[in-house]
């Protein structure tokens, strides 16, 4: 009988192949392997009889061809940020040209990649949502949604005094990059936003309204939300911020994005803008647009460091969470069930002990 190795796959129980590979040496193996890779996000709201089929026929479809993402899946359509082998590029695009669903989704290309790839395993879940909006669909009209915008059409809102421009995204993403002038509400999740913008907009009701966030799908739904609200002249950002960097370049257009577009994979951002406009949240004092995890796994909150605090504090968000980090893993184990239980959950902060 063969010995297991790392590279071990084990079915879990809804089918699907897992691999069981602790997160580092997962990472490690895909960092190491040389293969180029094109990031890419896209999303549609079609009708999916079977989610969970489709999940099974995407697992073995994009895990053959050496695909890495995160996708969600659900009844309203599907939401997909992931990356493609160059070399399995064309077999990628064929399957989605050819698969009914996913016929004439546009793609949104990474405006840049990373030293390290975007992705480094496969992960697609069923979902109610593809985007967590807390939302009743049935109690508004979720296909009334606002026209869509050119990034030429963007830059004439963000002029004309008689607009607003609405950031749709977290108040962590808007931290470090954002449209000139652009109301940017403090929220931690998109069912926070959509609570909090159609108040925040009172003040500007007659006024043209325009959304955008990171690639498109949260302002489908807010535009639609908010033309429910009452307000009527409501457009969005087509691609979000991702196309509007492309459409930029392509046209010769200015560009009034200040700073860098968060993005949710490993790169954490791309660079739109050439501003700096963040600082770095442990010393206060030096701006800093890179986002990190605190290294203690129980913390994990993110946060923006400069180069000299991130070399001090070896990556922790304090020395408090560096210290702690020296502790025997079985008591860590305690107070990470403690701190899931009894502290709010704040941007990607969650108390999990990786192993």
Same mark, same amino acid.
């Given at each position: 009988?063969?010995?297991?190795?790392?590279?071990?796959?084990?079915?879990?129980?809804?089918?699907?192949?897992?691999?069981? #590979?602790? #997160?580092?040496? +997962?990472?490690?193996?895909?960092?190491?392997?040389?293969?180029?890779?094109?990031?890419?996000?896209?999303?549609?709201?079609?009708?999916?009889?079977?989610?969970?089929?489709?999940?099974?026929?995407?697992?073995?479809?994009?895990?053959?061809?050496?695909?890495?993402?995160?996708?969600?899946?659900?009844?309203?359509?599907?939401?997909?940020?992931?990356?493609?082998?160059?070399?399995?590029?064309?077999?990628?695009?064929?399957?989605?040209?050819?698969?009914?669903?996913?016929?004439?989704?546009?793609?949104?290309?990474?405006?840049?990649?990373?030293?390290?790839?975007?992705?480094?395993?496969?992960?697609?879940?069923?979902?109610?949502?593809?985007?967590?909006?807390?939302?009743?669909?049935?109690?508004?009209?979720?296909?009334?949604?606002?026209?869509?915008?050119?990034?030429?059409?963007?830059?004439?809102?963000?002029?004309?005094?008689?607009?607003?421009?609405?950031?749709?995204?977290?108040?962590?993403?808007?931290?470090?990059?954002?449209?000139?002038?652009?109301?940017?509400?403090?929220?931690?999740?998109?069912?926070?936003?959509?609570?909090?913008?159609?108040?925040?907009?009172?003040?500007?009701?007659?006024?043209?309204?325009?959304?955008?966030?990171?690639?498109?799908?949260?302002?489908?739904?807010?535009?639609?939300?908010?033309?429910?609200?009452?307000?009527?002249?409501?457009?969005?950002?087509?691609?979000?911020?991702?196309?509007?960097?492309?459409?930029?370049?392509?046209?010769?257009?200015?560009?009034?994005?200040?700073?860098?577009?968060?993005?949710?994979?490993?790169?954490?951002?791309?660079?739109?803008?050439?501003?700096?406009?963040?600082?770095?949240?442990?010393?206060?004092?030096?701006?800093?647009?890179?986002?990190?995890?605190? +290294?203690?796994?129980?913390?994990?909150?993110?946060?923006?460091?400069?180069?000299?605090?991130?070399?001090?504090?070896?990556?922790?968000?304090?020395?408090?969470?560096?210290?702690?980090?020296?502790?025997?893993?079985?008591?860590?184990?305690?107070?990470?069930?403690?701190?899931?239980?009894?502290?709010?959950?704040?941007?990607?902060?969650?108390?999990?002990?990786?192993?």
């Amino acid at each position: 009988m063969k010995q297991a190795t790392s590279t071990t796959k084990h079915l879990s129980t809804n089918g699907l192949k897992r691999d069981l #590979r602790p #997160r580092g040496e +997962q990472k490690a193996v895909v960092i190491s392997d040389g293969i180029p890779r094109r990031t890419l996000s896209f999303y549609k709201y079609v009708k999916i009889a079977d989610p969970v089929a489709l999940q099974k026929e995407l697992q073995e479809r994009w895990g053959n061809l050496g695909c890495f993402g995160r996708i969600y899946i659900a009844h309203e359509g599907i939401n997909a940020q992931m990356n493609v082998p160059v070399k399995s590029w064309d077999q990628f695009d064929a399957f989605m040209k050819n698969k009914p669903e996913f016929y004439g989704i546009p793609y949104k290309f990474a405006v840049e990649e990373g030293q390290i790839p975007s992705f480094y395993k496969l992960t697609i879940k069923v979902r109610k949502k593809v985007v967590a909006d807390g939302l009743d669909d049935e109690s508004f009209d979720v296909t009334n949604t606002g026209a869509y915008l050119t990034a030429e059409e963007m830059n004439e809102y963000i002029n004309n005094p008689d607009a607003v421009v609405v950031d749709m995204r977290n108040s962590y993403e808007s931290e470090i990059g954002h449209f000139e002038g652009a109301i940017r509400p403090r929220v931690d999740t998109f069912r926070d936003e959509l609570a909090l913008v159609p108040e925040i907009l009172k003040e500007h009701k007659g006024k043209k309204v325009a959304l955008y966030c990171t690639g498109g799908i949260r302002c489908e739904k807010a535009s639609a939300w908010l033309k429910h609200k009452g307000f009527t002249d409501v457009k969005h950002l087509k691609g979000g911020v991702i196309d509007y960097k492309h459409q930029v370049e392509r046209e010769g257009l200015d560009n009034h994005f200040k700073g860098k577009n968060f993005v949710f994979d490993e790169r954490l951002g791309e660079r739109i803008g050439d501003e700096v406009i963040s600082y770095c949240h442990l010393c206060k004092t030096n701006k800093s647009d890179q986002h990190y995890h605190c +290294q203690n796994q129980v913390c994990h909150v993110l946060f923006l460091g400069c180069d000299s605090c991130i070399e001090k504090k070896h990556g922790y968000c304090s020395y408090y969470c560096m210290t702690f980090d020296r502790l025997p893993a079985s008591w860590k184990k305690k107070y990470a069930s403690w701190y899931n239980a009894r502290r709010r959950t704040q941007q990607f902060k969650k108390a999990r002990l990786q192993g």
